[in-house]
């Protein structure tokens, strides 16, 4: 019998989106953040919500140039070049070892298995720094897309945050301990999958 290839996990390589890039983003100048990135990033990277998180972004690393090799990439779908999305964590280790995962796809690419292969990549980085000890990640309670996305990374839910304006948010968190485990367990049996589903 036939098996399509969309079965096929995803993969994806991070680009990683520079001050300027940020910037760019920021101002809605879709080719400047492309040309800076080098790579040809989305629409999406543009649409107004994105904007705002990419000026702070580049706040953020205006104030703290250390959250470089942390904060949002761009992900590309790999071997085909595609951007699809953005993925990375809010910043460098708080001083309990937590980084917090966050992640996009782009609207046409949604539903493909894009969001769980940036997450497993996420994860794989989070467990090859020593200095990490959680990682957590924070869903609205109604974003069923994204509580569907970490469902098999280990992430147990630790708590609940809300306000008004935001509504309710999940806290879970998965110990990267948990993740460098299953890495090893990965490894050992060649075949397999490396974190999660
Ligand atoms: C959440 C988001 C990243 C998911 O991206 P995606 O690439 O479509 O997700 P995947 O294809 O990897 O699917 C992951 C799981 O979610 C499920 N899923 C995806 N979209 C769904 C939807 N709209 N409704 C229900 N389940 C959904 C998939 O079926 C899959 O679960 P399964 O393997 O059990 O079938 C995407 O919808 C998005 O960018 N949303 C806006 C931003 C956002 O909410 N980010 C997360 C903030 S915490």
């Not at 399509?4 to 910037?23: D, G, I, Y």
């Not at 595609?82 to 996009?104: K, S, W």
Request: aromatic fraction near 6%.
């Amino acid at each position: 019998m036939h098996h399509e290839p969309l079965s096929l996990p995803r993969r994806v390589r991070f680009v990683e989106l520079n001050a300027k890039a940020l910037r760019a983003l920021a101002d809605g100048d879709l080719a400047g953040g492309s040309a800076e990135a080098g790579v040809a990033l989305d629409e999406h990277f543009v649409c107004d919500r994105a904007r705002w998180i990419f000026g702070y972004r580049a706040d953020q690393l205006a104030e703290d140039p250390s959250a470089a090799p942390w904060i949002t990439r761009a992900a590309v779908s790999e071997p085909d070049g595609a951007v699809v999305g953005d993925a990375g964590f809010h910043g460098p280790p708080d001083e309990a070892g937590m980084v917090e995962v966050g992640y996009t796809v782009v609207p046409g690419y949604r539903r493909q298995g894009y969001a769980r292969a940036m997450l497993r990549a996420l994860l794989v980085r989070a467990a090859a720094e020593p200095g990490v000890r959680t990682v957590r990640a924070r869903i609205g309670s109604d974003n069923t897309a994204s509580l569907a996305t970490i469902a098999g990374f280990g992430f147990t839910r630790v708590g609940e945050q809300g306000n008004e304006r935001d509504g309710l948010a999940i806290v879970f968190e998965v110990p990267a301990d948990a993740i460098r485990a299953e890495r090893r367990t990965a490894s050992a049996d060649v075949a397999g999958d490396p974190v999660g589903p």
